[in-house]
């Protein structure tokens, strides 16, 4: 039996060659598959592992000279690609963080919290560089009870239910009354007490009668301002009786689902129904895909979880639990930051930059961006959910004869004209208004600000500042006292 070591090697680099890009392949259509369906999800994801499988099974067919030749070819060309991806990433590389402001990869920081303190750094100022673990850390090391913020949409996007009664449940509120870490943007995290429901209000005013309830995301929520600096904290200046429900990360069919197991029992005089025309699309994608959430579509469906709040307490408080040791033993290996951010931790490891950088994905973004540089496909653009849901909800304020508003909430890119704000927020804000409902558009009073860009932290693509909510506030307040509504 004769030697053929150049074969064998050749047949080992196609060998391997062949079981990664199948795995890349097979790994993009599990984890991008919608992605994949659009022109430059396809270029991003789907064409560079199937190509380079098709060419390699029809590679390991031709003769052992010329595979030898390809071999070779494909060594050259993988070095002289991953030259080039060296050469993008260095051209895109970031400004230097000050030094004060440097964290390890998966310490828990967001890249917005890491330019927002660099740039209070370099101001003279200060920004608290600790991740929400070690706050919660720090504060139960001083002798106080705290809990981390509970996400619903994070929940919902892990799949993750409590099974009561034998019934899976998706809670869509927080732990009631306890001292909760929320969020940091502005350089101070911010901690707040929640209510009996678990939502960010003052103790006492969970009962009827209610002036205002507002219903939204995080820009409801408050993110990330201190308490009376919210949406809420502004309106509540006139109107006592308001009710902040807001939950981050929440889209259309979340908000729906609190609105009628939270606000639907207390019959509020006047309902705000928040928008954020940067990623509530996006939100209601996710949720269309979520059997309990979904379900809010069809008359009568309730989870009845005001009156089952303590139920769901148990088995919140496992999860956190769950997360609290999962967070400890990612942090032995620098993945800190998924329990922070919510992201299933099988996923958050291709965030690396070494990871990153293996994948090509400087490139791969480059060649999306300058083949397709105008497709906005990726960006979804459910109407036809939205009015369903907008509907539903007129239609149960209305039943206590209360007054639905539609709160519009420009975003960053909107208001600092890179890129151009979305374009069919024309037809959204038409559509509400064909639905008789009153719409709010804050855009128009930011706009007229010397530098729009003044309300958010750092001028950086976050939420708004306190400047931000009170003007939007005392803008909910004017449209609501225009029908009559008024306060104390």
């Not at 999306?368 to 369903?388: G, I, K």
């Amino acid at each position: 039996m004769t030697s053929d070591p150049p074969g064998r090697f050749t047949r080992l680099v196609l060998n391997v060659a062949l079981a990664l890009t199948v795995s890349l392949a097979v790994y993009a259509l599990v984890t991008q598959g919608r992605a994949i369906a659009t022109p430059s999800g396809f270029l991003r994801y789907g064409l560079p592992p199937m190509a380079l499988a098709a060419i390699l099974v029809g590679v390991r067919r031709l003769p052992r000279e010329i595979q030898v030749n390809v071999v070779l070819l494909l060594l050259v060309t993988t070095g002289a690609t991953y030259a080039a991806e060296a050469g993008v990433v260095w051209l895109d590389r970031p400004i230097p963080l000050h030094e004060d402001c440097r964290r390890p990869f998966g310490s828990g920081l967001t890249r917005f919290q890491d330019q927002a303190c660099d740039d209070a750094r370099r101001a003279g100022g200060e920004f608290d560089t600790r991740t929400e673990i070690e706050v919660l850390e720090d504060f139960e090391a001083g002798g106080g009870t705290i809990w981390p913020l509970v996400r619903p949409a994070a929940m919902a996007l892990a799949d993750r239910t409590l099974l009561i009664d034998e019934q899976p449940v998706l809670p869509l509120s927080g732990l009631a009354n306890v001292t909760t870490s929320f969020c940091n943007e502005s350089g101070d995290w911010v901690i707040y007490q929640s209510d009996e429901y678990g939502f960010r209000n003052p103790l006492g005013l969970q009962r009827s009668p209610i002036d205002v309830a507002l219903v939204g995301d995080s820009f409801v929520h408050g993110h990330c301002v201190a308490d009376g600096e919210d949406l809420s904290g502004v309106i509540r200046r006139t109107f006592a009786r308001t009710l902040n429900f807001g939950l981050g990360g929440s889209g259309p069919l979340l908000e729906l689902g609190v609105l009628k197991e939270f606000v639907a029992p207390l019959e509020p005089r006047v309902v705000v129904w928040s928008f954020y025309e940067d990623n509530d699309f996006r939100d209601l994608e996710r949720e269309k895909e979520h059997e309990i959430l979904s379900s809010y579509l069809e008359p009568g469906f309730h989870q009845n979880l005001r009156a089952r709040h303590e139920q769901t307490e148990p088995g919140i408080i496992r999860m956190i639990g769950e997360a609290r040791r999962a967070a400890d033993s990612m942090r032995s290996v620098g993945l800190e930051a998924v329990a922070d951010s919510g992201r299933p931790a099988s996923r958050h490891w291709t965030r690396h930059p070494a990871i990153r950088f293996a994948l090509f994905t400087a490139i791969r973004n480059r060649l999306a961006s300058v083949l397709d540089p105008a497709d906005d496909s990726l960006l979804p653009h459910d109407e036809r959910t939205l009015q369903e849901v907008l509907t539903i909800a007129r239609d149960t304020v209305r039943s206590w004869n209360g007054e639905l508003y539609f709160l519009m909430l420009p975003s960053w890119p909107q208001l600092a004209g890179v890129p151009p704000g979305d374009p069919r927020r024309d037809s959204v804000k038409a559509m509400v208004e064909s639905l008789g409902v009153p719409v709010i558009d804050l855009y128009e009073v930011f706009a007229e600000l010397p530098d729009p860009l003044e309300i958010f932290p750092w001028r950086l693509n976050g939420h708004y500042l306190p400047l931000g909510y009170r003007l939007g506030g005392e803008e909910v307040v004017r449209r609501i006292a225009e029908s009559g509504l008024t306060g104390p």
